[in-house]
């Protein structure tokens, strides 16, 4: 990958090329810092609603609080993604990490000191959030120069195997037990955390992680550069649509899915406890799929593995428009998390193969701007759509939707993947 593989002496990043034979110890210690980062996130998405409504009991405001933490990708995904490639990406990551410790202790202590809002909060979760955008661009860009590049799906399936169990997993029940012991210990945890990040990011030695630049350039031209690679380069592109489509369908579904699933009077009649188990199927295929992309990859090959994957997304959404069973769907989610993780692994690693390594951070933040982009009008649809014609229909039309993607693969062949790799490593 050129900024990576290239042996030129020059390259102000020649000293933090990947480290030979496996993963090596800088990956770990990349490792370490998201699984910290990420602990710290999954106590934020909970403690901070539990904390809001103590200032508060208007549904709209409470709310505010996860839209001002979600905005920042909406509005700031792109530069960050310029950001990220024109500066050294460690050290964008020690500063996105800084922030968001010195914001939630700063809040912490406010709270202690009853001179906390509901508008505090708000300044803080969109600091947090515009944090967010640089260090998850940082650390999804920085990994071609800490691993070989046929160790990447290897090394991306690990990352997202323990960023989902700490943010998923063991982040939510924890955020609790700190919201009991008073809001203000529940705010000083991820500040703690996100400290304790830093610490380990400081460890993560051997060279600059700055890429070179031809020449001088605005941010709007960076910007634009980046969207023109991406949009130029047809398999990528055909991925990204993918998972744009992908994630509309998906929040559609489980924008609704509460209330098809938890009451008395509810379609499959849980209890919120249970909804709870319910969700953690899907997030317990997405961990074991993570670790296990690489032996799906080796078995059907990407371009299968991919195409099975979109069988597996429609599966997940259409399902509860067939089974009210718990136990059935349950077992849909889990199978298609599994298949959904091997997804994930499969594309971010095959991202960073092909995109020179100057247009990285601009590219991942691209995607990411148009994951994040579709969820809320997904949402948003699935209510529209649970207004006019019920609940089941939400799941039945969405599940024909991602059927559509099918159509993508025909773009996405193993030949135009291989040929995709060819040119990255001529160029």
């Given at each position: 990958?050129?900024?990576?593989?290239?042996?030129?002496r020059?390259?102000?990043?020649?000293?933090?090329?990947?480290?030979p034979?496996?993963?090596?110890?800088?990956?770990?210690?990349?490792?370490?810092a998201?699984?910290?980062?990420?602990?710290?996130?999954?106590i934020v998405?909970?403690?901070l609603?539990l904390?809001?409504?103590?200032?508060?009991?208007?549904?709209?405001?409470?709310?505010?609080?996860?839209?001002?933490?979600?905005?920042?990708?909406?509005?700031?995904?792109?530069?960050?993604g310029?950001?990220?490639d024109?500066?050294?990406?460690?050290?964008?990551?020690?500063?996105?990490?800084?922030?968001?410790?010195?914001?939630?202790?700063?809040?912490?202590?406010?709270?202690?000191?009853?001179a906390?809002?509901?508008?505090?909060?708000?300044?803080?979760?969109?600091?947090?959030?515009?944090?967010?955008?640089l260090?998850?661009?940082?650390?999804?860009?920085?990994?071609?120069?800490l691993?070989?590049?046929?160790?990447?799906?290897?090394?991306?399936?690990?990352?997202?195997a323990?960023?989902?169990?700490?943010?998923?997993?063991?982040g939510?029940?924890?955020a609790?037990?700190?919201?009991?012991?008073?809001?203000?210990?529940a705010?000083?945890?991820?500040?703690?955390?996100?400290?304790?990040?830093?610490?380990?990011?400081?460890?993560?030695?051997?060279?600059?992680?700055?890429?070179p630049?031809?020449?001088?350039?605005?941010?709007?031209?960076?910007?634009?550069?980046?969207?023109g690679?991406?949009?130029?380069?047809?398999?990528?592109?055909?991925?990204?649509?993918?998972?744009?489509?992908?994630?509309?369908?998906?929040?559609?579904?489980?924008?609704?899915?509460?209330?098809?699933?938890?009451?008395?009077?509810?379609?499959?009649?849980?209890?919120?406890?249970?909804?709870g188990?319910?969700?953690?199927?899907?997030?317990?295929?997405?961990?074991?799929?993570?670790?296990?992309?690489?032996?799906?990859?080796?078995?059907?090959?990407?371009?299968?593995?991919?195409?099975?994957?979109?069988?597996?997304?429609?599966?997940?959404?259409?399902?509860?428009?067939?089974?009210?069973?718990?136990?059935?769907?349950?077992?849909?989610?889990?199978?298609?998390?599994?298949?959904?993780?091997?997804?994930?692994?499969?594309t971010?690693?095959?991202?960073?193969?092909?995109?020179?390594?100057?247009?990285?951070?601009?590219?991942?933040?691209?995607?990411?701007?148009?994951?994040?982009?579709?969820m809320?009008?997904?949402?948003?649809?699935?209510?529209?759509?649970?207004?006019?014609?019920?609940?089941?229909?939400?799941?039945?039309?969405?599940?024909?939707?991602?059927?559509?993607?099918?159509?993508?693969?025909?773009?996405?062949?193993?030949?135009?993947?291989d040929?995709a790799?060819?040119?990255?490593?001529?160029?």
């Open positions: 990958m050129t900024g990576v593989d290239e042996p030129l020059t390259d102000p990043v020649a000293d933090s090329r990947p480290e034979g496996g993963l090596g110890g800088r990956f770990w210690r990349l490792w370490s998201s699984a910290v980062s990420n602990l710290a996130d999954g998405k909970i403690a609603p904390v809001a409504i103590g200032y508060t009991t208007s549904p709209v405001l409470v709310a505010g609080v996860a839209a001002a933490f979600s905005l920042p990708w909406l509005l700031f995904a792109l530069p960050a310029a950001l990220v024109r500066l050294d990406r460690r050290r964008v990551m020690l500063a996105a990490n800084t922030l968001r410790a010195t914001l939630f202790g700063a809040l912490a202590v406010a709270v202690a000191l009853d906390g809002s509901i508008w505090l909060l708000y300044v803080v979760a969109f600091g947090v959030g515009v944090a967010e955008t260090y998850d661009t940082s650390a999804q860009s920085i990994l071609p120069q691993v070989p590049r046929e160790s990447l799906p290897r090394a991306n399936g690990q990352l997202s323990v960023e989902l169990a700490a943010n998923q997993f063991i939510p029940p924890l609790g037990f700190l919201v009991a012991a008073g809001a203000a210990v705010l000083a945890g991820p500040a703690g955390l996100w400290a304790v990040a830093v610490a380990v990011l400081l460890l993560l030695v051997g060279g600059r992680f700055r890429v630049r031809d020449a001088p350039s605005t941010l709007r031209a960076d910007i634009t550069e980046g969207l690679f991406l949009w130029r380069h047809r398999l990528l592109r055909t991925l990204a649509t993918m998972v744009g489509v992908g994630n509309f369908t998906t929040n559609a579904m489980f924008a609704v899915l509460v209330l098809y699933a938890v009451g008395p009077d509810s379609a499959i009649g849980l209890t919120e406890p249970g909804y188990i319910f969700l953690t199927t899907v997030a317990a295929g997405i961990v074991l799929g993570s670790l296990a992309a690489g032996w799906i990859e080796g078995r059907l090959g990407r371009a299968r593995a991919l195409g099975v994957s979109v069988l597996a997304m429609a599966a997940v959404v259409g399902a509860p428009a067939l089974s009210t069973n718990p136990f059935v769907l349950g077992a849909v989610f889990f199978g298609g998390g599994i298949l959904l993780a091997a997804w994930n692994v499969i971010i690693s095959l991202r960073q193969r092909i995109t020179p390594d100057r247009l990285l951070g601009r590219v991942n933040s691209s995607y990411r701007l148009l994951a994040w982009g579709s809320p009008v997904g949402a948003l649809a699935g209510g529209l759509l649970a207004e006019l014609f019920g609940l089941r229909a939400v799941f039945a039309i969405m599940g024909l939707v991602v059927l559509t993607l099918l159509f993508g693969m025909r773009q996405v062949t193993d030949a135009n993947i040929a790799e060819r040119d990255a490593v001529a160029g």
